[in-house]
């Protein structure tokens, strides 16, 4: 996957070590340490293949366009239902906030 190959270019082999009593060795990483900032990463199954997106959290954010409510659903015997329904749209504010890496 894209995540692996993005990960393998950060060999961590000659600066980590385990101790030889410890069996068990692996890692998923969370963040990636650059000269240009800390890229977190948010693992998705239904992301198209080779394409990265990138976004600054800090100028991103939800808009509430309907508020949470919750709301009452038709009874069935001798139980009643409800649903909980909100609406809201995602936003980024700066055009520059985001970008594409597409992979080959």
Do not use: C
């Amino acid at each position: 996957t894209d995540f692996q190959r993005i990960t393998a270019l950060y060999n961590n082999s000659s600066f980590i070590r385990y101790p030889p009593e410890q069996t068990r060795v692996g890692m998923v990483p969370a963040t990636i340490v650059t000269p240009f900032g800390n890229v977190d990463f948010v693992l998705d199954r239904w992301q198209k293949a080779n394409y990265i997106y990138f976004i600054k959290p800090e100028n991103m954010g939800m808009l509430t366009l309907r508020p949470w409510q919750i709301e009452d659903l038709a009874k069935g015997g001798d139980y009643e239902r409800k649903q909980l329904v909100g609406e809201f749209g995602f936003a980024v504010k700066l055009p520059k906030s985001m970008a594409v890496l597409q992979l080959s």
